[in-house]
């Protein structure tokens, strides 16, 4: 038991004692603490499926409203290498988002009314109903982190929603 105790004493003393050595070094400037807090934030944030989309591909045409400037890393890379380093705003691309999954959502109310208002055969109909549903669950199962019940309970919702602009005779 004695050298349990010796073992953790000798553990807690190693730190403490490095502890007091980072304590001595003094406050770290400020350039270095916000790029630990950039760290700390990209490590600690999940995004959904929408924003790394939005992220990884570069050929997207609106990726310039969240892509902040590039550091100067010609001191890191060796003569005729050029590295490529990207940086974004997390911020923005929810932002951007959330605007996205917004207007799809949008139109995905909107557009089955007027169409349902053009076209007159019953089974015409129950086709564009059909068509907006597996799209809605497509687009929702891809833009959201929800569990599939959670995917199945908002598309029978939905379903339910245009089944009754079906019946009101729209």
Same mark, same amino acid.
């Given at each position: 038991?004695?050298?349990?105790?010796?073992?953790?004493?000798?553990k807690?003393?190693?730190?403490?004692?490095?502890?007091?050595?980072?304590?001595?070094?003094?406050? !770290?400037?400020?350039?270095?603490?916000?790029?630990?807090?950039?760290?700390?934030?990209?490590?600690?944030?999940?995004?959904?499926?929408?924003?790394?989309?939005?992220?990884?591909?570069?050929?997207?045409?609106?990726?310039?409203?969240?892509?902040?400037? !590039?550091?100067?890393?010609?001191?890191?890379? %060796?003569?005729?290498?050029?590295?490529?380093?990207?940086?974004?705003?997390?911020?923005?691309?929810?932002?951007?988002?959330?605007i996205?999954?917004?207007?799809?959502?949008l139109?995905?109310?909107?557009?089955?009314?007027?169409?349902?208002?053009?076209?007159?055969?019953?089974?015409?109909?129950?086709?564009?109903? %059909?068509?907006?549903?597996?799209?809605?669950?497509?687009?929702?199962?891809?833009?959201?982190?929800?569990?599939?019940?959670e995917?199945?309970?908002? %598309?029978?919702?939905?379903? !339910?929603?245009?089944?009754?602009?079906?019946?009101?005779?729209?």
């Open positions: 038991m004695i050298d349990r105790v010796s073992v953790k004493l000798h807690y003393n190693n730190l403490l004692h490095a502890h007091f050595e980072l304590r001595s070094r003094g406050q !770290a400037p400020n350039h270095i603490a916000e790029n630990v807090k950039d760290l700390l934030s990209i490590s600690l944030m999940q995004k959904g499926a929408l924003e790394h989309f939005f992220e990884e591909h570069p050929i997207f045409p609106m990726r310039w409203l969240w892509h902040k400037k !590039a550091l100067n890393t010609s001191v890191d890379s %060796t003569p005729g290498e050029e590295e490529v380093r990207q940086y974004s705003s997390d911020e923005r691309i929810v932002l951007y988002s959330t996205s999954i917004f207007l799809i959502g139109f995905m109310l909107i557009a089955p009314l007027w169409i349902l208002n053009i076209v007159h055969p019953q089974h015409w109909k129950l086709g564009v109903i %059909t068509i907006f549903v597996v799209v809605f669950l497509a687009v929702l199962s891809f833009v959201t982190e929800a569990k599939p019940f995917n199945l309970a908002a %598309t029978v919702a939905y379903c !339910a929603v245009l089944v009754v602009f079906l019946q009101s005779g729209i």
